[in-house]
């Protein structure tokens, strides 16, 4: 009997004591989780050179086209920000679709010179190397052109914007229509950048991969790669700049 109950007691203790690793060994296995935290700025692609960037009070659409069918289950915009004069940047009749009652429309001149002022109340002309401060955004315009020879009649300097964006302390760079262009290598501290790429309007992915890898961004997003022979290779854009720079994130969004 007394064997029995020395028995029970060992089984007992085993039992106690592998629930007390166990639980320790969870515990352990919960530490080393990563937790997930959300991006303060969410983005949202749409087509082409087309898309949004939602902030917790903000929503802001780049380059609206596609009429309102484009942003079905989108929330309206507060601010607008075209970039150019062509008409996968700047259409009237997708502004006209939209609700831009609470919003603000950004442009150069170029732009703005287009937009009746019956689309919105708030219309804002902002040029190369001009800046606006819209409500927890800073807006700087900085130039977008063409480099090579038998590009130049595509986009001269001065007509359209690029933009940087300051969200907080996070710093997004949209190339607009460009090349390679000085002002773009020369940027500092970006967080994300948007690089088009597609011929022969703006550049193909090898010099827009030797700019990124220039100015050193966080994250890129390839962008606004359809050209005239279909899309570009954005996979190869991305194996140029990470054979050189593992530390760059290339962000393959779905575009097309």
Same mark, same amino acid.
């Given at each position: 009997m007394?064997h029995?109950?020395?028995t029970?007691?060992a089984i007992l203790?085993i039992s106690?004591?592998?629930?007390?690793?166990e639980?320790k060994?969870?515990?352990?296995?919960n530490?080393?989780?990563?937790n997930?935290v959300?991006?303060?700025v969410?983005?949202?692609p749409?087509i082409?050179?087309?898309f949004?960037l939602e902030?917790?009070n903000e929503v802001?659409?780049?380059?609206?086209?596609g009429g309102?069918?484009a942003?079905v289950?989108?929330?309206p915009?507060?601010?607008?920000?075209i970039?150019?004069?062509?008409? =996968?940047h700047?259409?009237?009749s997708t &502004?006209?679709a939209? !609700?831009? #009652?609470?919003?603000t429309?950004?442009? /150069?001149?170029?732009v703005?010179?287009?937009?009746?002022?019956?689309?919105?109340?708030?219309?804002?002309?902002l040029?190369n190397?001009e800046?606006?401060?819209h409500n927890?955004?800073?807006?700087a315009?900085i130039p977008?052109?063409?480099l090579?020879?038998?590009?130049?009649?595509?986009h001269?300097?001065?007509?359209?914007?690029?933009y940087?964006l300051t969200?907080?302390?996070e710093r997004?760079y949209?190339?607009?229509?460009?090349? =390679?262009?000085?002002e773009?290598?020369? &940027?500092?501290?970006? !967080?994300? #950048?948007?690089?088009c790429?597609?011929l /022969?309007?703006?550049?193909?992915?090898?010099?827009?991969a030797?700019?990124?890898?220039d100015?050193?961004?966080?994250?890129?997003?390839?962008?606004h790669?359809?050209?005239t022979?279909?899309l570009?290779?954005?996979?190869?854009?991305?194996?140029?700049?990470?054979?050189?720079n593992?530390s760059i994130?290339?962000?393959?969004?779905?575009w097309?």
């Amino acid at each position: 009997m007394k064997h029995l109950k020395n028995t029970l007691l060992a089984i007992l203790l085993i039992s106690f004591l592998g629930c007390k690793n166990e639980k320790k060994n969870t515990d352990l296995s919960n530490n080393n989780k990563t937790n997930v935290v959300e991006e303060s700025v969410k983005v949202i692609p749409i087509i082409h050179g087309t898309f949004l960037l939602e902030l917790k009070n903000e929503v802001i659409y780049i380059d609206p086209t596609g009429g309102s069918k484009a942003f079905v289950g989108q929330k309206p915009p507060t601010l607008v920000l075209i970039t150019d004069i062509h008409g =996968d940047h700047l259409s009237i009749s997708t &502004l006209e679709a939209l !609700d831009l #009652a609470n919003a603000t429309v950004v442009g /150069p001149k170029a732009v703005t010179d287009k937009i009746p002022s019956s689309i919105s109340k708030n219309i804002v002309t902002l040029n190369n190397d001009e800046k606006l401060s819209h409500n927890d955004v800073n807006i700087a315009a900085i130039p977008m052109y063409n480099l090579r020879k038998e590009a130049l009649k595509f986009h001269p300097k001065g007509r359209g914007n690029g933009y940087v964006l300051t969200i907080n302390d996070e710093r997004i760079y949209i190339s607009g229509d460009t090349e =390679d262009i000085p002002e773009m290598r020369n &940027l500092k501290a970006i !967080d994300k #950048a948007f690089i088009c790429m597609n011929l /022969p309007y703006t550049m193909p992915v090898e010099s827009a991969a030797d700019a990124v890898l220039d100015f050193k961004p966080k994250t890129v997003y390839p962008y606004h790669y359809r050209g005239t022979d279909g899309l570009s290779d954005v996979s190869l854009f991305k194996k140029i700049v990470n054979d050189t720079n593992k530390s760059i994130e290339v962000k393959l969004l779905d575009w097309y």
